[in-house]
């Protein structure tokens, strides 16, 4: 079993503390699963939940998000490797490259008197005559899962969403939910192929509605032959009622620097966003339908 | 005890008292003919800081009249002295002294505009730690600059108890401690490895392994950076007292001095020592805890007469 990647432009490494922070907030354990053309990191759903998050880094460039990346699996039969670690030491880990520049970041597993991922880094800090290059190893535990209890890990890829919308900013969406979370428990997101995105609370009293309009809207479905065309309803307009709550605490606690979102909806079942980040690597959040008055 | 301090000093005293206030929670005043002494010394006695300010620092200084402890020597809560230590751009002069018959020590800072802030702090019982004069000479030293300290510990997260500094002749190797290695299965270790050539001098007499408080150094290193000193750092072996120093011409001169886990402790579990404060006895000491105490046997009793 064997892990080893470089990460060495400045933004890409940025961006990765951001996700691992992102993560760090919605949950306590950080899922690694280390795939031979890409590295995926998870936080634990609960099965109650259905909620899942999910950041995928394609690591088969290497002009891409990693400069350098070679893994060996479990075995030979299954080449992936699972671990577990808590989220945050990989934020203090990683901490120093908030506000400061280094060469790269080197991950990799190695295996003290417990398997550890470690951490390197070079930090180049020029002290009046000296040049002081202290080199860093962060290293942090982590366990291993064993290769039957993969199956909890596994994340919904196969889920079809019937339409597909460009999303507004994460600021506006932020301060909007923030508001609609303390008037009612669920809040209905409404995609329509007239580029318009409403998100609608209703209360006894009042019922709250804001319109997003000119956000590209496109049909999701693929049929993938003559039957599935036949039966498939065009549908032109898709909803999903969610927890208003959870929704936004999402937006309260992403922070990426450029990324584009973008919402599928699966028509009463289920509400998936797709933040696409730089170089292949994107991060998904499923948010299953909620039933409940 | 009286004197008076211009408002470009101000902030170095400031710093010093804030300094403090991370290690101990008591501040120990105590004028001397040379200058004022500050001192504290933290819960578990493992760490012992004075900064002593000459008379330069001064405007003007006085000891008291009549030369006995009760005059020139004071201890006072570290927390009301924070409070009045804000807002220091506007202070032109700051005068300190003592009233020995109402027990309070009084700041008097004269600010722009003539305002005038009189601040009044009680003393708390009295009491008087010795300096601590270690007489033994350290074989091993090094001095860095504060940039190098600092580089250093910004790596290092705060919930850190204690650090250990591994000591070879061509580099040093910084981490944090953790108890129980290999138990302990969720601790970030971190460790940073610098080479010698970064510090100014680099004595050692032979290789060793430090592990002293992470909280009391940290607060060191940042007294040192905020008045750019550099930091020369003299020890013998573990279980032995390491000391810090610093100073600023012949104005400021810092002293700390932390004690270092004996290799025995290491073995064992620590986790129910740690961090309990024990009541002070200040003349014997005999050491109850893994870490050596300062034994103030080695110290200059000046209060005997």
Redesign the interface.
């Known amino acids: 079993m064997k892990f080893r990647a470089v990460m060495s432009d400045g933004i890409n490494i940025k961006e990765f503390l951001n996700v691992i922070g992102t993560f760090s907030r919605m949950q306590k354990n950080l899922i690694i699963n280390v795939q031979p053309k890409k590295l995926i990191l998870q936080i634990e759903s609960e099965a109650y939940d259905g909620q899942y998050l999910w950041c995928e880094i394609d690591a088969s460039l290497r002009d891409g998000f990693f400069s350098e990346y070679l893994m060996d699996g479990i075995d030979s039969e299954h080449n992936q490797i699972y671990m577990t670690c808590l989220a945050t030491s990989f934020v203090r880990a990683l901490s120093y490259v908030r506000n400061n520049s280094v060469e790269y970041i080197k991950l990799k597993l190695i295996k003290t008197h417990m398997p550890c991922l470690a951490v390197e880094m070079s930090a180049t800090i020029s002290n009046e005559q000296d040049v002081l290059t202290p080199k860093i190893q962060h290293a942090i535990p982590v366990t291993v899962v064993p290769r039957n209890e993969w199956n909890q890990y596994e994340i919904p890829l196969e889920v079809e969403y019937d339409l597909s919308i460009a999303m507004p900013s994460a600021k506006s969406l932020r301060m909007l939910l923030d508001k609609k979370k303390n008037l009612a428990p669920t809040v209905t997101l409404y995609a329509t192929l007239n580029n318009e995105l409403s998100l609608v609370v209703e209360t006894e009293v009042v019922t709250v509605a804001s319109h997003y309009r000119n956000l590209k809207c496109v049909a999701a479905r693929k049929p993938t032959d003559q039957e599935a065309y036949d039966q498939l309803t065009n549908l032109s307009e898709a909803s999903c009622r969610v927890d208003t709550k959870k929704l936004a605490a999402l937006f309260e606690t992403i922070n990426f620097y450029d990324v584009i979102m973008t919402a599928n909806i699966r028509h009463e079942q289920a509400l998936n966003i797709r933040f696409d980040m730089r170089q292949n690597a994107f991060v998904n959040y499923i948010l299953p339908a909620t039933n409940f008055e | 005890m009286n004197f008076v301090l211009p408002g470009a000093n101000v902030k170095m005293l400031a710093r010093a008292v804030n300094c403090f206030s991370k290690i101990g929670n008591e501040l120990f005043f105590e004028a001397t003919p040379d200058g004022l002494d500050l001192k504290t010394i933290n819960s578990t006695n493992t760490a012992y800081a004075v900064v002593q300010f000459r008379r330069d620092f001064f405007i003007a200084f006085q000891q008291g009249k009549a030369d006995t402890p009760d005059e020139n020597c004071c201890k006072i809560s570290v927390k009301p002295i924070l409070k009045i230590f804000k807002s220091l751009s506007t202070i032109q002069t700051c005068k300190i002294w003592l009233e020995v018959n109402q027990s309070k020590i009084i700041f008097q800072f004269r600010c722009k505009s003539d305002v005038l802030k009189t601040h009044k702090i009680y003393l708390l019982e009295s009491e008087h730690i010795n300096s601590l004069n270690l007489s033994q000479t350290f074989p091993s030293t090094i001095v860095g ?1 504060h ?2 300290f600092t ?2 510990l ?2 290092l ?1 705060h919930s850190v108890d204690e650090i250990s500094f591994d000591l070879n002749n061509d580099k040093t190797v910084v981490s944090n401690y953790v108890d129980n ?2 138990t ?12 010698s ?2 510090f100014q001098t680099y004595q050692l007499s032979s290789k060793v392994n430090l592990i002293f408080c992470y909280k009391e150094f940290k607060a060191v290193t940042m007294f040192a950076a905020l008045n750019k000193l550099n930091v020369r750092m003299s020890f013998s072996g573990p279980g032995s007292p390491l000391m810090l120093e610093m100073s600023k011409g012949e104005v400021l001169h810092g002293k700390f001095i932390m004690g270092t886990m004996k290799p025995s402790a290491q073995l064992n579990s620590r986790r129910a020592h740690r961090r309990k404060a024990i009541d002070r006895n200040i003349s014997n000491r005999s050491v109850g805890m893994d870490s050596e105490a300062i034994n103030t046997y080695f110290t200059e009793d000046i209060s005997s007469n």
């Open positions: 600059n940039k190098v580089n250093i910004v790596h997260y290695d290999q302990d299965h969720s601790t970030l270790r971190s460790t940073l490895s610098i080479d050539s970064a």
